[in-house]
């Protein structure tokens, strides 16, 4: 069963030369260079481009790969070059390349590069998530384009690609929502000499394709958030460092493949995988790494360790068994110094044939800019050291991890194939608030030595060394990433599968309670159902979730009767099992698993809104005075924020400085006896220290509605002051 959605419009190409080959050319299959798909259902989220790679830059900043994607600003991807080289190539029209290459981006479609299909399956409906009444969910509806309940990754993006020489990628990313498998998407990457050139059915080439080779550099920012808080050129990467894994893979491939959760972390080196995260800047006088956040209470802002891990290569086009010796190269690479192909045109040749070299496993352009290397242990004698790694090759872009494949010949038909697994991981947020407010508080205190404990349970009194210690932890947690990912892989995609998540969850705000309700999951009737769990935040929607129920099978409501009046709140719902078909440990850890967190995350507040005042004396300001060093103990947070209580079910509140300037109007209608003001004027501006005055005006008349007394009169109006300190 494949239930296909409405198609979407093709995206139509703006340029002169797209208008042309339309014009000329039946266009059978075509996706439009800008099109994109958006995974948006783990904690690691992305979004994936119609011609086979990824650029990050949206024009105002660098967009993808967010880990953890609970917070904001989180996003790692900065740009994913890749390439496709050949030799001894003959192409439609006779001519000869002695090399004929590639680059995999936008600006090539058209030109080598036919984008055919774009689509994102998914294994059941996405969930439909409704807060006060208003879809949350509805900006993301059209993320999937058929539902299939057959396959066993929550989603599958499959994006095909024709080349100009006849060889096609097929591109397909695996998603997964189970709770020890969001952190990673699996690319699988197939190339055949299929012989289509272009976008129509037709079939221009027959011969075979020799010395194929594929490889790209992926840099990674590690992370927006961290760039920001630290040296803003890190959210490009770069300083980036990068090291790899894998040097001994040949001697113990079989041993990777009976892997368990149990493995020893040091046999994990065996992985072959290459990682990035963010290093020192030689214009900070602190130690960087980690990135902790100075201005604020010291939290890392960049735990991140991003990198590929490679699960598959195969040896031959005639031998699907995995090759050891592939890739060619895997290591580090510099950022932005790397072979142009120019416009693809014969007189290009030159610098194609420099591409393959490339390509081949040699560093452009030369070998200081490259290796197959632990890049960190070549350059750094500790954990402390001050070294930008940038300094290493001199190139401002960064550092990219590096990776290539080949040489495969291929006969026209034949496919060649390899698997490779993208993810994140590193410190949880508790642990970079916990770590980073302790190592401020010594930053700021030279008298401060500590104990500082360690994660082995000793302890030092290097502060920067305490750091460093736990963010390190994250080169662990990747290789573990990737070691869950190469388990997933080996057991054919067979992980133990959590219940589906109910396909409607409501969250309304009510007087006295909040009141969720949602549809049963449709893995109610499954015998090892165990029912729901609700998970709850104050303040924001980026913050660390509490559970604060569980239900059993065959519930569908819940009151939150604790919430607080004035505090917003922000909710998922679970669907759970018992466990019973997660026992074995050799994909992930043992025990119950959960549905997926995402599918009914709210964005939107839910509050325990009081009744409207019965009089315009039962006004209140709160907190009044408001004391911006009280905002850990007013509404945490929520900074900045002003509540204004038991007032007119409908009104407009204007706001005066003390000399009766206006400097906010807000207009009150949902009936309620609450509104807040987060101290922003209408310009914008947060308001400074002061005496403010409140006037309150009645909006429409209003009666009890019990008694049907009339409570106040429209135009009715009284006045309160308050005090900002600030």
Same mark, same amino acid.
């Given at each position: 069963?494949?239930?296909?959605?409405?198609?979407?419009?093709?995206?139509?190409?703006?340029?002169?030369?797209? !208008?042309?080959?339309? /014009?000329?050319?039946?266009?059978?299959?075509?996706?439009?260079?800008?099109?994109?798909?958006?995974?948006?259902?783990?904690?690691?989220?992305?979004?994936?481009?119609?011609?086979?790679?990824?650029?990050?830059?949206?024009? &105002?900043?660098?967009?993808?790969?967010?880990?953890?994607? !609970?917070?904001?600003?989180?996003?790692?991807?900065?740009?994913?070059?890749?390439?496709?080289?050949?030799?001894?190539?003959?192409?439609?029209?006779?001519?000869?390349?002695?090399?004929?290459?590639?680059?995999?981006?936008?600006?090539?479609?058209?030109?080598?590069?036919?984008?055919?299909?774009?689509?994102?399956?998914?294994?059941?409906?996405? $969930? &439909?998530?409704?807060?006060?009444?208003?879809?949350? &969910?509805?900006?993301?509806?059209?993320?999937?384009?058929?539902?299939? $309940?057959?396959?066993?990754?929550?989603?599958?993006?499959?994006?095909?690609?024709?080349?100009?020489?006849?060889?096609?990628?097929?591109?397909?990313?695996?998603?997964?929502?189970?709770?020890?498998?969001?952190?990673?998407?699996?690319?699988?990457?197939?190339?055949?000499?299929?012989?289509?050139?272009?976008?129509?059915?037709?079939?221009?080439?027959?011969?075979?394709?020799?010395?194929?080779?594929?490889?790209?550099?992926?840099?990674?920012?590690?992370? /927006?958030?961290?760039?920001?808080?630290?040296?803003?050129?890190?959210?490009?990467?770069?300083?980036?460092?990068?090291?790899?894994?894998?040097?001994?893979? $040949?001697?113990?491939?079989?041993?990777?493949?009976?892997?368990?959760?149990?493995?020893?972390?040091?046999?994990?080196?065996?992985?072959?995988?290459?990682?990035?995260?963010?290093?020192?800047?030689?214009?900070?006088?602190?130690?960087?790494?980690?990135?902790?956040?100075?201005?604020?209470?010291?939290?890392?802002?960049?735990?991140?360790?991003?990198?590929?891990?490679?699960?598959?290569? !195969?040896?031959?086009?005639?031998?699907?068994? @995995?090759?050891?010796?592939?890739?060619?190269?895997?290591?580090?690479?510099?950022?932005?110094?790397?072979?142009?192909?120019?416009?693809? %045109?014969?007189? @290009?040749?030159?610098?194609?044939?420099?591409?393959?070299?490339?390509?081949?496993?040699?560093?452009?352009? *030369?070998?200081?800019?490259?290796?197959?290397?632990?890049?960190?242990?070549?350059?750094?004698?500790?954990? &402390?050291?001050?070294?930008?790694?940038?300094?290493?090759?001199?190139?401002?872009?960064?550092?990219?991890?590096?990776?290539?494949?080949?040489?495969?010949?291929?006969?026209?038909? @034949?496919?060649?194939?390899?698997?490779?697994?993208?993810?994140?991981?590193?410190?949880? /947020?508790?642990?970079?608030?916990?770590?980073?407010?302790?190592?401020?508080? %010594?930053?700021?205190?030279? *008298?401060?030595?500590?104990?500082?404990?360690?994660?082995?349970?000793? =302890?030092?009194? @290097?502060?920067?060394?305490?750091?460093?210690?736990?963010?390190?932890?994250?080169?662990?947690?990747?290789?573990?990433?990737?070691?869950?990912?190469?388990?997933?892989?080996?057991?054919?995609?067979?992980?133990?599968?959590?219940?589906?998540?109910?396909?409607?969850?409501?969250?309304?705000?009510?007087? !006295?309670?909040?009141?969720?309700?949602?549809?049963?999951?449709?893995?109610?009737?499954?015998?090892?159902?165990?029912?729901?769990?609700?998970?709850?935040?104050?303040?924001?929607?980026?913050?660390?979730?509490?559970?604060?129920?569980?239900?059993?099978?065959?519930?569908?409501?819940?009151?939150?009767? *604790?919430?607080?009046?004035?505090?917003?709140?922000?909710?998922?719902?679970? %669907?759970?099992?018992?466990?019973?078909?997660?026992?074995?440990?050799?994909?992930?850890?043992?025990? $119950?698993?959960?549905?997926?967190?995402?599918? =009914?995350?709210?964005?939107?507040?839910?509050?325990?809104?009081?009744?409207?005042?019965?009089?315009?004396?039962?006004?209140?300001?709160?907190?009044?005075?408001?004391?911006?060093?009280?905002?850990?103990?007013?509404?945490?947070?929520?900074?900045?924020?002003?509540?204004?209580?038991?007032?007119?079910?409908?009104?407009?509140?204007?706001?005066?400085?003390?000399?009766?300037?206006?400097?906010? =109007?807000?207009?009150? =209608?949902?009936?309620?006896?609450?509104?807040?003001?987060?101290?922003?004027?209408?310009?914008?501006?947060?308001?400074?220290?002061?005496?403010?005055?409140?006037?309150?005006?009645?909006?429409?008349?209003?009666?009890?509605?019990?008694?049907?007394?009339?409570?106040?009169?429209?135009?009715? *109006? %009284?006045?309160?002051?308050?005090?900002?300190?600030?």
């Amino acid at each position: 069963l494949m239930i296909r959605r409405p198609p979407r419009s093709t995206p139509s190409n703006s340029s002169a030369a797209s !208008d042309v080959y339309k /014009r000329q050319t039946p266009v059978y299959s075509q996706v439009g260079e800008n099109e994109k798909r958006y995974v948006r259902i783990g904690s690691l989220q992305s979004h994936f481009s119609a011609y086979g790679s990824e650029r990050a830059w949206n024009n &105002t900043y660098y967009e993808g790969l967010r880990w953890p994607a !609970d917070y904001p600003y989180t996003d790692n991807a900065v740009i994913k070059r890749a390439w496709i080289a050949v030799k001894d190539f003959t192409d439609v029209k006779g001519f000869h390349w002695n090399y004929w290459g590639t680059y995999i981006s936008k600006g090539y479609v058209l030109n080598s590069l036919y984008p055919v299909e774009l689509k994102q399956t998914a294994k059941f409906e996405p $969930p &439909t998530v409704f807060v006060d009444g208003n879809n949350i &969910t509805a900006p993301y509806a059209e993320d999937v384009d058929e539902i299939n $309940p057959n396959q066993i990754p929550d989603r599958i993006i499959t994006n095909i690609v024709n080349t100009s020489i006849g060889l096609t990628m097929t591109r397909r990313v695996l998603v997964f929502s189970q709770q020890y498998h969001d952190n990673y998407f699996i690319k699988e990457f197939v190339f055949t000499n299929t012989g289509n050139i272009d976008y129509d059915e037709e079939i221009e080439l027959s011969d075979s394709l020799k010395g194929v080779r594929i490889g790209w550099g992926t840099r990674y920012s590690v992370c /927006r958030e961290g760039a920001s808080k630290s040296d803003n050129q890190q959210s490009w990467g770069k300083h980036s460092w990068v090291t790899r894994r894998g040097e001994n893979y $040949p001697a113990h491939s079989e041993d990777v493949k009976n892997f368990t959760e149990d493995t020893q972390i040091e046999n994990l080196d065996w992985l072959r995988c290459a990682f990035s995260w963010l290093g020192q800047s030689e214009s900070r006088s602190y130690d960087m790494i980690g990135a902790p956040d100075l201005k604020g209470y010291g939290r890392l802002t960049a735990p991140q360790f991003a990198g590929t891990c490679i699960l598959h290569v !195969d040896k031959s086009a005639n031998d699907d068994g @995995d090759d050891p010796y592939q890739p060619v190269a895997l290591g580090w690479h510099a950022g932005d110094t790397y072979p142009s192909v120019g416009n693809v %045109a014969h007189s @290009d040749m030159i610098k194609m044939g420099i591409l393959y070299d490339f390509l081949s496993g040699n560093p452009y352009p *030369n070998e200081t800019m490259g290796g197959s290397t632990r890049m960190d242990e070549e350059n750094m004698t500790s954990i &402390t050291d001050r070294i930008d790694p940038y300094k290493v090759h001199g190139d401002g872009g960064g550092t990219n991890v590096w990776i290539t494949y080949g040489p495969f010949d291929l006969a026209h038909g @034949d496919s060649i194939k390899f698997v490779e697994a993208e993810g994140i991981s590193g410190l949880s /947020r508790v642990r970079c608030e916990e770590i980073g407010r302790r190592w401020e508080k %010594a930053y700021n205190d030279p *008298n401060d030595k500590g104990p500082f404990k360690l994660p082995d349970g000793t =302890t030092t009194d @290097d502060k920067n060394f305490y750091k460093n210690s736990w963010v390190y932890t994250g080169k662990d947690s990747i290789l573990l990433t990737f070691s869950r990912a190469q388990r997933n892989y080996n057991s054919g995609y067979n992980i133990p599968q959590p219940p589906l998540p109910p396909p409607i969850f409501e969250v309304n705000s009510g007087g !006295d309670k909040i009141m969720l309700s949602w549809n049963l999951s449709p893995s109610e009737g499954e015998e090892d159902f165990a029912g729901y769990r609700i998970y709850r935040a104050v303040g924001k929607p980026d913050t660390t979730y509490e559970m604060i129920a569980e239900l059993p099978p065959g519930i569908c409501n819940f009151d939150d009767m *604790n919430a607080l009046r004035g505090f917003s709140y922000y909710y998922y719902l679970v %669907a759970f099992n018992d466990g019973s078909n997660n026992t074995t440990g050799i994909t992930n850890p043992t025990g $119950p698993l959960e549905s997926g967190r995402f599918y =009914t995350k709210t964005n939107q507040p839910a509050y325990l809104r009081r009744k409207a005042g019965k009089s315009l004396n039962d006004i209140r300001i709160v907190p009044n005075p408001y004391n911006i060093k009280a905002e850990t103990i007013q509404y945490v947070g929520e900074k900045d924020k002003i509540m204004f209580l038991n007032i007119p079910a409908y009104c407009n509140i204007k706001i005066f400085s003390e000399r009766g300037d206006l400097i906010e =109007t807000i207009k009150h =209608t949902d009936g309620s006896g609450d509104e807040k003001w987060n101290s922003i004027s209408s310009s914008r501006q947060v308001v400074v220290s002061g005496i403010y005055i409140a006037y309150f005006e009645v909006t429409k008349d209003y009666y009890d509605s019990v008694s049907n007394e009339l409570l106040y009169r429209k135009g009715e *109006n %009284a006045m309160r002051k308050f005090i900002v300190i600030r």
